[in-house]
Each structure stands twice: as structure tokens, then as C-alpha cells.
Nanobody, 115 residues
Framework: QVQLVESGGGLVQAGGSLSVSCVAS????????MGWYRQAPGKQRELVAD???????NYADAVKARFAISRDAAKNTVYLQMNSLKAEDTAVYYC?????????WGQGTQVTVSS
């Protein structure tokens, strides 16, 4: 089992910045990918960004050039730096990890961008 605990998030004005982080614990060996999904009210959960164990990153088109994902392997932590936030970025952000084909989820953290 993998446990994921998110922190950060909150309320920010449009154009502002916010960061969220996610710490993995438990059976973290062989985690191949970690990243972030988000889910806005009434919408499906969508991929925001992820990063492989090798450091390759992937971003949704909607956040490219505004968001940056990074990781600290020693701390088993993944970060998402969100800049130039827009009202449409408002959502619950979920950390996820993939290990041996299984997906693990964090509890989610709310990000609200006021316009």
C-alpha cells in the first residue's frame, strides 16, 4: 500500500501563485509515476501533470507554461507550483502514484481561484 498526503492549496486571487505538495509513504519502492489530477464541480477528474521516476514530466495543455511539477526523491515528495492562476483552475487537486499498475490517491486539497 502507498499512502499519499497532500498539503498546500487554499484561496488565491486570479493571477496569483500557489503550491501544493504530496508526501508518499508505505510501500513506495517501485513507484513509477507521481502526479496530480484535479476535479472541478460537475466535471470529470482530469490529469494536470505528472513526473516519472526518471524525471520526465507531462502536462495538460491547459496548464503548460503556468504550472511546474517537481520531485524530491529523498523526501518522497512531489510538488506542483501553480502560477498565473485562473478561475478555471479552481478544483480539488488529487495527488496520485502509480506502482505496479495500481493507482493510489491522496485525499485531495482544495484550490480556489477568485476572479
Amino acid at each position: 500500500q502507498v499512502q499519499l498526503v497532500e498539503s498546500g492549496g487554499g484561496l488565491v486571487q486570479a493571477g496569483g501563485s500557489l503550491s501544493v505538495s504530496c508526501v508518499a509513504s508505505g510501500s513506495i519502492g517501485s513507484i513509477s509515476v507521481m502526479g496530480w489530477y484535479r476535479q472541478a464541480p460537475g466535471k470529470q477528474r482530469e490529469l494536470v501533470a505528472d513526473i516519472t521516476r526518471g524525471g520526465s514530466t507531462n502536462y495538460a495543455d491547459a496548464v503548460k507554461a503556468r504550472f511546474a511539477i517537481s520531485r524530491d526523491a529523498a523526501k518522497n515528495t512531489v510538488y506542483l507550483q501553480m502560477n498565473s492562476l485562473k478561475a478555471e483552475d479552481t478544483a480539488v487537486y488529487y495527488c496520485y502514484a502509480r506502482r505496479y499498475g495500481l493507482i493510489y490517491w491522496g485525499q485531495g486539497t482544495q484550490v480556489t481561484v477568485s476572479s
